[in-house]
Structures are given as structure tokens and as C-alpha cells.
């Protein structure tokens, strides 16, 4: 076990793709996952190199006192988000772990700091979360500016590594080709507006910049299938209210090759969120040439601009589209940076 690159996984979308690339480019000998989480809801198949935490008071007791063996054991830490609060404790008990930890930063984890509730069990969690994050031997992820708001809230000094993290954020060449071909065809403008119920995604704000147009042919999508339930209901009333049946909220899961199919269907995409949020969904958008309207005072509205990548600010929202030339431009560089050679490249540097 000693040998082994052990990941420190919460269940979650972006796990069971993660192990089956693993898995296909480098083998799962070297790796082992110990995962905790909401298996009905996030399904993970059995796997000799995974760990299912079972989630009976005993068998939580039993999952945690492993990954305290497999955390002193292992070579490599990777893990993939910092949320779940013991595995913060232990880290926080035992500092000498985290020198080899690598902290996949996932956005929530980070802007918890900014956008939390500042309560008695924030300021708890804060103290036990600053040492280790301060401490953190390496900090994972590709947007610069989520390394530099670690190292100015928390003073953190690890090592930054360069990369993409998960195949969500891989295009795919022949969706691309097939997308910029031209999306299926529809009657007037197929507007997306967030990608979850979490309330940073601030929808109401940008339902209020799209009222100037409820009187054109516009469809307003919502994904609101994970979140906040009573946000979303929130979110649905108004939205019917104010547009009606140009209103669709989608509150049933999709697939990941149906999600990608509707996708190809919008023609404006509108992420309003106040914080490091939905590069999935953005990524690919951009790649297919479509038209995405960030705000412009979050990190990854300044990486994108960095990598010559244009997006529109949501502040000056007027339902244009970007240039033609400026499209076709955005799908280049997205192809050329967000692939599957580029992901494998990064974790083989992490790994080795």
C-alpha cells in the first residue's frame, strides 16, 4: 500500500468518469480511491482499487480509521475537493500529511471563505481549515486566480500545478466539428441561465436582465436538477411568473451524452455566478462557438481572457451574439488546450 497514489474522493459526477480515465491512461495498480458519500444518489461500481464508505454510524467509524492508515501510508494524497469536515480534522491533527497532499481545487471549497455563512460553524471550520490549506503541499486546478485568492485568504504556500482535473472540462474534436456544423434548428434564441440550484448562480438577477426581451422569441433553460430544492422552487416560480412558457426549468438528471446533446441546442448561455463556478458547461459551450456572458470581476472570466478565449460581461447583457471570426477563434484554442492529451500530460506530472 505504501507504493500506492491514494485520492480522497466525495462522491459526486465527476468521480466515476475520473476513475475509468485512471483507469484507461495509467492503470489503477498504482492508485487506490477511498470515496464518501450518497452512493443512491451517486452511484460508484465496486472496485478492488475503490473504498465505499458505508454510511451507518459504524461503518462511517470504520471508513474514517482507514483513511487515517491510508493517508500514513500512501505516497501521493490526492484530494479531490476539501469539504467533508473530518477528513479537514484529521488533516488538521496530523500536519505532517500534508506536504504530500494535493489539493484538486474545485471552487466551493476555496469560496466557502468569501460567500459563507459567517456563523459560529464557519468561524469553527475556518479555524481548522487554515493551517491545512496554508500547510497544503500542492494546489491543483487551471485557473491561476483561484491559487492566488488561496495564498491571499489563507497564506497558501504549496506548490501549483497546472491542470485541467476532470474530463468535464475535456472537449470532444467530433462534438466540436459536429456542433459548428450547426446546432439543430429552432425557432428564435435558446438562452441557458446557471447550471445548478446553488444560489450562486444568482438567477433572479439574470431572469431581470432578460425582461427587457420576454416579447421576442426567446427560450429561457434552467437546469435545477441538484442544489437547493427550495432555491429552485424559488427560481421556477419567478421564471414562470415573469416568462411563462418561454420558461423551462429542467429539474430532471440528464445523462452526460443527453446533457451534451441539449447543449448543442443553446445559442446564449448566461453564468451570472459570483464565483468560480460551471467551467464544464462553459468550456464546452465555447468550444461549440457559442456565445457565454460572464461577469467580469471572477477568476475565470481573467483566465479565459488570458488564454485569448472571448467571453461577453453580464453587466452589459444585450442578447448579442459574439463575432463570427471571434467563435470560430474561441473553438480553436479550446480543441488545442482542453483535451484529453493535455489532461493526461498534467497527471502524469502529478503522479510521477
Not at 500536519?95 to 466557502?112: A, I, N, Q, S, T
Not at 446533457?259 to 459570483?274: E, G
Not at 453580464?314 to 492529451?341: E, G, M, R
Request: with cysteine; glycine share 6%; charged share 20%.
Amino acid at each position: 500500500m505504501s507504493k500506492k497514489i491514494l485520492h480522497v474522493c466525495n462522491a459526486d459526477n465527476f468521480i466515476p468518469p475520473f476513475i475509468d480515465f485512471i483507469e484507461k491512461q495509467f492503470g489503477l495498480d498504482g492508485h487506490f480511491f477511498w470515496i464518501n458519500g450518497d452512493f443512491d444518489f451517486y452511484p460508484v461500481k465496486q472496485h478492488k482499487s475503490a473504498y465505499k464508505v458505508k454510511k451507518s454510524i459504524t461503518g462511517q467509524m470504520i471508513g474514517f480509521v482507514k483513511l487515517i492508515y491510508l493517508l500514513n501510508t500512501s505516497s501521493k494524497v490526492i484530494l479531490h475537493g476539501i469539504f467533508n469536515p473530518r477528513v479537514i480534522l484529521i488533516l488538521f491533527l496530523m500536519p505532517w500529511l500534508l506536504k504530500k497532499c494535493y489539493w484538486v481545487m474545485w471552487g466551493g471549497d476555496l469560496y466557502v471563505y468569501q460567500l459563507g455563512e459567517k456563523n459560529w460553524k464557519w468561524k469553527v471550520k475556518e479555524f481548522l481549515r487554515r493551517p491545512v490549506i496554508k500547510n497544503m503541499g500542492h494546489l491543483v486546478t487551471y485557473i491561476p486566480g483561484d491559487v492566488e485568492l488561496a495564498r491571499q485568504w489563507y497564506g497558501a504556500k504549496g506548490e501549483y500545478h497546472e491542470c485541467l482535473m476532470y474530463i468535464s472540462n475535456v472537449v470532444d474534436p467530433d462534438m466540436i466539428q459536429e456542433a459548428q456544423a450547426g446546432s439543430e434548428e429552432h425557432l428564435g434564441i435558446n438562452i441557458l441561465v446557471g447550471n445548478s440550484a446553488d444560489p450562486s448562480n444568482n438567477h433572479i438577477e439574470s431572469l431581470e436582465k432578460l425582461l427587457p426581451y420576454k416579447e421576442d422569441e426567446i427560450k429561457i433553460f434552467v437546469p435545477l436538477s441538484y442544489g437547493n430544492h427550495e432555491y429552485a422552487k424559488k427560481v421556477i416560480e419567478t421564471g414562470k411568473a415573469w416568462f411563462g412558457e418561454n420558461f423551462v426549468p429542467i429539474t430532471s438528471f440528464m445523462e452526460f451524452d443527453e446533457y451534451l446533446k441539449f447543449l448543442k441546442t443553446i445559442d446564449i448561455a448566461i453564468f451570472n455566478h459570483n464565483r468560480q463556478q460551471a467551467m464544464g458547461n462553459t468550456i464546452t459551450l465555447l468550444g461549440m462557438g457559442r456565445t457565454v456572458y460572464l461577469r467580469s470581476d471572477v477568476s475565470q472570466w481573467f483566465f479565459f481572457e488570458d488564454k485569448g478565449i472571448k467571453c461577453l460581461d453580464f453587466n452589459l447583457f444585450n442578447k448579442k451574439f459574439i463575432l463570427s471570426k471571434d467563435a470560430k477563434s474561441n473553438s480553436k484554442i479550446c480543441l488545442n488546450y482542453f483535451n484529453i492529451i493535455m489532461l493526461r500530460h498534467q497527471y502524469s506530472e502529478i503522479f510521477k
